[in-house]
């Protein structure tokens, strides 16, 4: 099958659209990406977007509103990427959304109560004529997860080695990280947490500290002109989501906006300059991600593999490695995956195996219960041809 996978992360910078060809079944399931770009956002959208997941912002005819203006851009990135590869909305079979994370409810105990990821899967349907599947997260809640990391899931899949632990890390808004036995071990199970902020702090103090000139802190340029305030770091690390024991989820409620604002004026206090401050936020997320393996990893992996825009921060990434002497730190694209691409695969992949009617999560990683199909479907003007192509070889 080939199926659009679309995602929008924490840093709400563009649309991630891959055309991604799938076929057979967990564990032999192979997916690769056939096409990928990245739909920008119009002008403004992103701050709009950033301003709907502050409750102080946000306003229900906002959220409202933005539900459906998502839904329009998401269909503009599947039939962009549809024209980009040489093809037409007739040549795909499904598409997967993971839509826009604005509100992740995390409860004092760590317990998921809620999720809400806006973009109308009506729309995306509706313009491009193609099955949709998309609200992933909410059954895996529903089931007692958190509803994420799902793509823990594909990692399972997908980037296990046939003799050794590795260890997942993506790094954007927020960080998180998948622990793989390897093929060879039949009795270990995953392991799948946020480790903490990722670039969400570095960002949205770099956009404060340059008056909105920067959006992120380019190569590490203004970091690498700072020192580290080792006294700082060590009080930033007593924070308490550090110590709670996975399966555990945070986001942008939490190491957001608000937080990057009062770091900066508390850096500022400590009589940091711009440089100083960066590289503090920067070590934090070397740090937490450091030190989660550390408390967490049932082994300590012989590999990381980075993915996110983290990967690129080469200051973050020098970081890492003197703090994980005994990994070797690589990135997706050293084991055949495209980093900035990925999250757009694993949400084609989810879509696929909901259409098998197949769990897309895995209670070791999410704290679920039980597997369960994941997310929901609105039918395209494909709909009934799908059926009868896909579910006629799959129960016959």
């Known amino acids: 099958m080939l199926v659009i996978g679309l995602m929008s992360g924490t840093s709400a910078d563009g649309i991630d659209a891959a055309i991604c060809e799938l076929n057979g079944a967990p564990p032999a399931l192979q997916a690769r990406i056939v096409h990928a770009i990245t739909h920008a956002y119009p002008d403004g959208f992103q701050a709009r977007i950033l301003n709907a997941c502050l409750p102080e912002h946000s306003r229900v005819d906002e959220l409202c509103q933005l539900n459906f203006d998502l839904g329009e ?12 590869a040489g093809m037409t909305p007739a040549d795909i079979d499904l598409i997967g959304s993971h839509g826009q994370t604005v509100w992740h409810m995390v409860q004092p ?16 349907a509706e313009r491009t004529g193609l099955t949709t599947i998309n609200n992933f997260r909410p059954r895996d809640i529903a089931a007692g997860g958190q509803g994420a990391p799902l793509t823990a899931y594909a990692d399972w899949l997908l980037l296990r080695h046939p003799d050794y632990w590795r260890a997942i890390q993506n790094i954007g808004g927020i960080g998180n990280v998948t622990f793989l036995p390897p093929l060879s071990d039949t009795r270990s199970l995953p392991t799948a947490f946020d480790t903490g902020p990722g670039n969400a702090l570095i960002d949205g103090a770099a956009v404060i500290l340059t008056n909105g000139r920067l959006a992120y802190d380019r190569d590490s340029a203004l970091a690498r002109q700072g020192q580290i305030d080792e006294d700082w770091l060590q009080s930033l690390s007593a924070h308490p989501y550090y110590q709670r024991r996975p399966p555990k989820t945070t986001g942008r409620e939490l190491f957001g906006a608000q937080m990057a604002a009062q770091l900066v004026a508390d850096g500022q206090a400590r009589g940091l300059d711009a440089g100083s401050i960066l590289a503090t936020l920067t070590a934090l997320t070397a740090a937490s991600i450091a030190d989660a393996y550390q408390q967490f990893a049932p082994v300590m992996p012989e590999e990381v593999i980075l993915g996110g825009g983290g990967g690129r921060n080469p200051f973050l990434v020098d970081m890492l490695r003197g703090l994980l002497p005994h990994s070797r730190v690589l990135h ?9 691409n990925k999250e757009a695969l694993v949400f084609a992949l989810l879509a696929y195996e909901t259409w098998h009617a197949r769990p897309g999560n895995f209670p070791a990683l999410t704290g679920a219960s039980h597997p369960a199909v994941l997310g929901q479907i609105t039918p395209g003007q494909n709909y009934v041809d799908l059926l009868r192509r896909t579910w006629h070889e799959q129960w016959t």
């Open 73 to 84: 851009l998401f269909a503009q990135a599947s039939l962009h990427v549809i024209e980009d």
């Open 332 to 340: 997706h694209e050293d084991v055949g995956l495209d980093s900035d």
């Open 109 to 124: 105990d760590g317990r998921v109560s809620a999720t809400l990821q806006l973009t109308e899967a009506a729309l995306l």
